[in-house]
């Protein structure tokens, strides 16, 4: 039965709830294979074997939000609050262009506060200049009002990560306090689309309570939403938030929660063939070559941290977050390596935007 779903879902990217939740529930090491092997040929196949590099620059863990998974929340007293001086940000950011990528993340805990969001634009800004316009930009800032969007998109950014952490409303609701909104996260995706931006959404995998039914619906929202690009990773606990209460029910295993990660990848890759899927730090989390096994089960997208070592301590909004003593350059030549190690090709100078972005630029220019 497995050989037959696999091969109608290679062929038509069409895969029924129920479907999903079969996959999801393997848990044969050879079954696993064959579903990973089948997402890769479907990436080799429709956006190829290059690893798209993104700088990604954690510049402050100040946050107005209170999620009760993240260890930044908030109200989390035991952090040290820090946000990096503008022109460490900026910085950061022309060292990924030195550096050869084609793109760098900013990314922060959410403030939507006017000198935050005029720093930002200055920053983009600036960052443009510097790179003579070359170097992408995407934000992952949360939720911001469609001027602030405009703004950013105006100044420079043009590729958005908003993530909606689960796609499931109750769920959403027993994760964060009640003035935090699902319903204003979606209307963000829809402001952030109109604005022009590439836009990128996500879930957490493994979440206290998540059921496979609700992951199925992820990545069946994903693909209504006909976004541009994923970066979802499995959900790791931190002592000093309020889900930590969950630990002893719900914590899954180191192994089977990277599995389900990478099941969520392979998933998404054939479901949706053609756009950016980012093997993301926390599966790292989970095992030193983590986001290698991410690339191999569909992903096409790797970020390097290239935040000053300094900082990068007080940026977990999870446990046991690799790389907290490297530096900018071990980073790159650390993933290049063992990018190149499992036969992928780092991708650098390019933006390396998702075919479907470009797909459904056309469509919409037919339309109009
Ligand atoms: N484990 C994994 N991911 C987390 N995030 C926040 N807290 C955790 C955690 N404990 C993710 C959220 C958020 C992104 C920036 O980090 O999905 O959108
Ligand atoms: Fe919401 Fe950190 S407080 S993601």
């Known amino acids: 039965m497995l050989d037959q779903i696999l091969k109608k879902s290679e062929l038509t990217g069409d895969l029924t709830t129920e479907e999903i939740i079969t996959l999801l529930e393997l848990d044969d090491p050879e079954d696993l294979k064959r579903l990973y092997e089948c997402a890769y040929q479907v990436k080799l196949q429709h956006v190829g074997r290059t690893a798209w590099f993104r700088g990604l620059v954690e510049f402050s863990n100040i946050c107005s939000k209170d999620c009760y998974y993240c260890g930044i929340r908030r109200s989390n007293k035991e952090v040290q609050r820090f946000t990096l001086p503008e022109q460490n940000i900026i910085d950061s950011a022309v060292w990924s262009w030195n550096a050869g990528y084609g793109s760098a993340v900013l990314q922060s805990g959410e403030r939507s506060d006017p000198e935050f969001v005029d720093m930002i634009e200055r920053v983009l800004i600036e960052i443009k200049q510097k790179t003579n316009n070359e170097l992408g930009i995407t934000l992952c800032l949360g939720e911001q009002s469609e001027e602030t969007y ?76 006909d976004i541009d690009m994923i970066g979802m990773g499995p959900y790791l606990f931190h002592s000093s938030t309020p889900l930590a209460q969950y630990r002893k029910e719900w914590e899954i295993p180191r192994e089977r929660l990277l599995s389900l990660g990478l099941k969520m990848i392979a998933l998404a890759r054939i479901m ?15 095992a030193g070559d983590g986001r290698e096994q991410g ?63 470009a797909a459904r630029q056309k469509t919409t220019q037919i339309i109009k």
């Not at 949706?272 to 989970?286: S, V, W």
């Open 150 to 225: 405009r703004r950013w998109f105006n100044a420079g950014a043009h590729r958005y990560l908003l993530r909606i952490e689960t796609s499931n409303p109750e769920l959403y609701k027993k994760l964060h306090p009640d003035d935090h909104s699902y319903s204003r996260r979606i209307e963000c995706l829809d402001l952030l689309r109109r604005t022009g931006y590439q836009v990128g959404t996500g879930v957490m995998i493994g979440l206290p309570m998540q059921t496979n039914a609700d992951l199925a619906g992820d990545l069946m929202f994903f693909k209504r939403q």
């Open 272 to 286: 949706m063939r053609d756009i950016n899927i980012a093997a993301t730090t926390a599966l790292q989390a989970l």
């Open 295 to 357: 690339l191999l089960a569909g992903a096409n997208v790797i970020m390097p941290n290239t935040t000053d070592t300094e900082y990068r301590a007080s940026y977990q909004l999870y446990e046991n977050k690799p790389c907290i003593d490297e530096n900018a350059s071990m980073c790159r030549n650390c993933l290049s390596r063992r990018i190149e190690r499992i036969g992928e090709t780092p991708g650098f100078k390019e933006w390396g935007d998702s075919p479907h972005f």
